[in-house]
C-alpha cells in the first residue's frame, strides 16, 4: 500500500555481528578510488564490537557516496573461493533495491547475508516493520545456542532498519557499548 510522501515497500535488516567463528545476526560509483587490487585483505574485526563499528562505518560511507570498496577484486575472490569464513551476518528482507554487502560497504565473504519475506499481503507500516526487528532481534537473543555467546560478549545481536529514503542504517537495539 503507498502512502503519500512515503515509499511504497520499506526494507528490514535485523541481524547480530559476531567475532570469531560464531557470527549471526548494501556499490554504484564512487568519489573516492577503490583500493588497488593488490592491497590486503582488510584484518577481521576481533570483536563484536569492532564488526559493529566496522558496518557501521561502511553505512556512513555508503550515505556519504564515499565508498572503498573494500576486498573485491578477483585476488579476494580466489582467496576465499575454498571456504567462507564472514565476520558478521545479515538477516534482511528479499527487496532486489537492498543489498546488505552494498549498503555497509563490505566485500567477498565479509557477511553471510539471509533474505526473508514480509507476510504475504502485509502491509509494511514503519510501526509494524520496527516491531517486527524487535522481536526477531530479542528471539535471537534468546536462542539456546546463542544466549551463553551474547551473555559472554562473543556475540552481539544487533536490530536495525535500513531506509530506502536516506541509504542510512538506524540501529533499534542490541548495539554493542
Known amino acids: 500500500m503507498h502512502t503519500a510522501g ?9 541481524g547480530g555481528l ?10 554504484c560509483s564512487s568519489a573516492r578510488t577503490p583500493r588497488a587490487t593488490a592491497a590486503a585483505p582488510e584484518p577481521r574485526p576481533a570483536t563484536p564490537e569492532a564488526a559493529y563499528a566496522r558496518l557501521m562505518a561502511g553505512n556512513a560511507r555508503w550515505v556519504d557516496g564515499e565508498l572503498d570498496h573494500p576486498d ?19 538477516l534482511s528482507c528479499i527487496d532486489s533495491r537492498v543489498a546488505p ?4 560497504d563490505t566485500g567477498l565473504d565479509d557477511l553471510y547475508v539471509l533474505r526473508t519475506g514480509e507476510k504475504p499481503g ?11 526487528i524487535r522481536i526477531t532481534a530479542d528471539e535471537l537473543r534468546a536462542n539456546a545456542d ?3 555467546l551474547v551473555k559472554k ?16 542504517v538506524d540501529v533499534l537495539t542490541g548495539a554493542p557499548a
Open 6 to 14: 512515503r515509499p511504497s515497500r520499506r526494507t528490514v535488516l535485523t
Open 18 to 27: 559476531a567475532a570469531g567463528a560464531a557470527a549471526l545476526l548494501a556499490g
Open 72 to 90: 573485491r577484486d578477483p585476488e579476494r575472490r580466489q582467496l576465499v573461493s575454498g571456504a567462507q569464513d564472514p565476520y558478521g551476518v545479515v
Open 101 to 104: 554487502e552494498l549498503v555497509f
Open 122 to 132: 502485509a502491509d509494511p507500516v514503519d510501526t509494524m516493520i520496527h516491531h517486527q
Open 146 to 148: 546463542l544466549a551463553p
Open 153 to 168: 560478549g562473543a556475540l552481539a545481536v544487533v536490530g536495525a532498519y535500513y531506509s530506502l529514503d536516506t541509504g542510512k
